[in-house]
Nanobody, 116 residues
Framework: QVQLVESGGGLVQAGDSLTLSCVAS????????MGWYRRPPGKERELVAT????????NYADSVKGRFTVSKDNAKNTVYLQMNGLKPEDSAVYYC?????????WGQGTQVTVSS
């Protein structure tokens, strides 16, 4: 079993920056993919960014490319999401995800609200 704990959400103004963190613990292997998803109000959960633990390859949603950066500290089993140039449409509950083998694990979510 894997546990994920997110932190770093909050209320910011448009144009501000925010960094989310997610610490993973439990039965984690070295071939996982960690990442961030978000659920905007009234919408489905969507991919934000992912990063492979083994080689650091990243993947971003088009809506955040150039503004958000996902990174990982394998020694700390922690994944980060640096969000710059935040927009009101980035407001959502952000969820940390870890996928390995045939399992998906989710954090409890952290709220990010961007005011205009």
């Amino acid at each position: 079993q894997v546990q994920l704990v997110e932190s770093g959400g909050g209320l910011v103004q448009a144009g501000d920056s925010l960094t989310l963190s997610c610490v993973a613990s439990g039965d984690i292997n070295s071939h996982n993919v960690m990442g961030w998803y978000r659920r905007p109000p009234g919408k489905e959960r969507e991919l934000v960014a992912t990063i492979f633990a083994s080689n650091g390859i990243t993947n971003y949603a088009d809506s955040v490319k150039g503004r958000f950066t996902v990174s990982k500290d394998n020694a700390k089993n922690t994944v980060y999401l640096q969000m710059n140039g935040l927009k009101p449409e980035d407001s959502a509950v952000y969820y940390c995800n870890l996928a390995q083998e045939f399992s998906n694990f989710w954090g409890q979510g952290t709220q990010v609200t961007v005011s205009s």
